[in-house]
């Protein structure tokens, strides 16, 4: 009876070590795809701020003859992200040439100061075609100064 007894706990011992273990892989699991999640956001942060660079790079560079620039579309290096630009609004000086250019985009101001600041909305995305394993999106507003 004795061992009847011992292969009995032995039989418990290892159910409670496996469900033990078991957890202890799905908590790992969970860790490192949050870890990888987190990865992915911040690399889209950053992409976000390099293609809001680029963007304010293009409208200072941009002739204004012909119009204003109304969208921007930058891809990141690796192909991860793309990043949409648009170009809301241009604040711009009563009475400027430039106001005139812009059309529905140029809105009247009457401080020198705040003359050509720029309405954005950036828009980064993870590259379906792209390995990012967990897609991402994140949508920025953010009033700029070329």
């Given amino acids: 009876m004795r061992r009847a007894f011992g ?32 990865y992915t956001r911040e690399r889209a942060e950053l992409f976000l701020q390099s293609a809001t660079e680029i963007a304010m790079l293009q409208i200072s560079g941009h002739d204004r003859a012909g119009g204003c620039l109304e969208r921007v579309r930058v891809r990141s290096r690796e192909g991860d992200f793309v990043a949409d630009v648009r170009i809301l609004r241009y604040y711009l000086l009563r009475g400027s040439a430039d106001l005139a250019a812009c059309g529905s985009l140029g809105y009247p101001i009457a401080t020198e100061e705040s003359h050509g600041m720029v309405l954005m909305e950036v828009t980064v995305t993870a590259d379906p075609s792209a390995r990012v394993v967990h897609p991402v999106r994140i949508v920025r507003r953010s009033l700029q100064r070329p």
């Fill in 7 to 38: 292969l009995m706990q032995a039989i418990m011992i290892v159910l409670v070590v496996g469900g033990i273990m078991t957890l202890a892989l799905r908590y790992a699991r969970v860790g490192a795809v949050h870890t990888a999640d987190s």
